[in-house]
């Protein structure tokens, strides 16, 4: 049996074991996606970051949760949380371990409220709404990864019914897996600090989109980050400077990261 061959029959079996709902138990006999918290030096490296952007009393709304390393930054920082996790095995691990500190909301965020199908991966940072960047990152990127072939119905609400129910953030941060368009659909006006996740180049044409929507409802300054660095890519910019950044060959070699848009008054 030759390499490819070897590949081949791995995925056949890891698919089969996710399809049975046994693939969560064969990562947890290999150790393998353990839940566990920011280690030491990502949140001191979060403290500092984020504290531009979330003080001691004020709302942050983590939209796609995950185990919640952000969650723990997001309380040293003094924040209340709303937790928005639609994956129950990571929800519920947010209450275990987070109890009363945090409000988990166990929907989706999109553009409108509604029903939708949710795909589930054998990692779970990889789970998504978006049929499409499966599609687009299933054979290059994420090439050793899998989804779930049959999905789940899952609740979507959005970030503007969010508001109406828990205030305003002062920071929202989105990270779910190309489906970020979707979720700013669903918000009608700039609040407070928003970034979203960028995956390029695959994802490029959404990320210009999603700007294209940051600055119809009022946001009109932009930076970016790369990977999990917390550390600022460049200068804040217009959107005119950022489109620009965005389409370099460049940033198309930061591969992933978040982007932030804010409202600096003039």
Known sequence: MNKRQRQQMKRWIKGWLINLGLWGRVQKWRGKETPGLAIEPLVRTGLSFYKEFVQPGSTVFDVGANYGNRVEIFLKCGAKVIAIEPQVKCGEYLKRHFGDQITWVPKGVGAKVEMREFFEADNSVLSTFSSDYIDRVKDTRHVSSLWKKSSRQVELTTLDQLLYTYGEPSFIKV????????????????????????????????????????????????????????????????????????????????????????????
């Open 175 to 266: 990270d779910v897996e190309g489906f970020e368009l979707e979720v700013v659909g669903g918000l009608t006006r700039a609040v407070g600090t928003i970034s979203l996740e960028y995956t390029v180049p695959e994802l490029l044409p959404d990320l210009i989109q999603i700007i294209d929507r940051l600055e119809s409802i009022g946001y009109n300054q932009f930076n970016h980050s790369v990977g999990e660095s917390m550390v600022f890519g460049g200068l804040w910019v217009d959107s005119h400077v950022f489109r620009e950044r965005v389409q370099s060959h460049e940033f198309s070699g930061t591969r992933f990261g978040d982007i932030y848009a804010r409202v600096a008054n003039s």
